[in-house]
């Protein structure tokens, strides 16, 4: 596959996933953090959880959360469920049945959560997920692009590579069973979902929470997890740490001056991780909160709540 494909081929995901509203989504922040078309299968992602069906449970789905574009939900599997999904992503159960799921900023207004019981017989529940008004900009000039695809790819391909394998490690963290925490308080410079739409084409959106609270303040894990992917020097992230959660949800944290945890260690939440910078593409000191579960992004306004 030559480099021309593979960018081409970024794209043509996030066209894929914003068929619900016409905007694409290509860029650094959104593409580099995405997962590429070969890892793309969702149920590729997880595996099936291997544990006998629940027999005491709900009746049906029970569940609460966020239902809107770059929402969650935490929830319960009928009783006698031997799997289930949330459209075509399988979802990690536990040994009760409780689930994480969440919606793509670009999902469209429905999607199915489905079991499969143990008389072989398949639960559904459709639910509807709210569409959200995004701050969009128009501005009236060609998308800028880097001169030198070749030179920049050189480059970024392995970077992109590490972020890619770091994703798709399953550690079996517990994490997404708690109530998140903010990894550092102060000022919001940055929204989840903003978005430019160049005269020729729609730029990427931001696909995390930017918080600014001064150069050098440490943050911490908003919830246990296991360190998947702890780099300094990446071209667009600066200081990374991707922080796997488990069930197909990960925290990525971008910029930072100083990385305070390695690849492979357990975090628990509120566990000092790292400091605050402005490495990488980065305008002012600032911590760039991603949230995903599995290829969905959240916004991590909905999920921690106000400071
Ligand atoms: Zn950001």
Avoid at 87 to 114: K, M, P, Y
Avoid at 146 to 172: D, H, S
Avoid at 186 to 206: A, L, N, T
Wanted: charged share 20%; glycine share 12%; with cysteine.
């Amino acid at each position: 596959m030559n480099i021309l494909h593979k960018i081409i081929g970024l794209s043509a995901i996030s066209v894929g996933l914003s068929a619900c509203n016409g905007t694409a989504v290509d860029s650094a922040e959104a593409s580099v953090l995405a997962t590429p078309a070969a890892a793309a299968t969702p149920s590729a992602a997880q595996a099936p959880a291997a544990l006998p069906p629940a027999p005491m449970g709900p009746a049906d789905f029970i569940y609460n959360g966020e239902l809107t574009q770059g929402g969650w939900i935490r929830g319960q599997v009928p009783a006698r469920t031997v799997s289930a999904r949330l459209g075509d992503q399988e979802l990690t159960l536990d040994e009760s049945g409780n689930f994480f799921a969440a919606f793509d900023r670009d999902i469209c207004s429905s999607v199915t959560l489905s079991a499969l019981l143990s008389n072989g017989t398949t639960h559904d529940k459709a639910l509807s997920i709210a569409p959200r008004k995004w701050n969009i900009q128009r501005v009236n000039t060609n998308r800028g692009r880097g001169r030198n695809l070749e030179a920049y790819w050189k480059k970024r391909e392995p970077e992109y590579n590490a972020i890619v394998a770091a994703r798709a490690k399953q550690t079996g963290a517990q994490g997404w069973k708690q109530e998140f925490i903010w990894p550092v308080k102060g000022r919001i410079s940055g929204k989840f979902g903003r978005q430019r739409i160049y005269r020729d084409e729609p730029g990427s959106y931001h696909s995390g929470l930017d918080i600014a609270p001064g150069n050098g303040v440490p943050f911490v894990s908003p919830a246990d997890g296991v360190v998947v992917l702890a780099r300094t020097g990446f071209s667009i992230e600066g200081g990374l740490i991707i922080i796997d959660h488990g069930a197909g949800l990960n925290s990525a944290f971008l910029h930072a001056s100083k990385l305070a945890v390695t690849e492979g260690q357990s975090v628990k939440q509120g566990q000092y991780i790292g400091n605050v910078g402005s490495t990488g593409r980065s305008t002012g000191p600032h911590l760039h909160w991603g949230l995903k579960w599995n290829d969905a992004r959240i916004d991590p306004l909905l999920f921690v709540g106000p400071q």
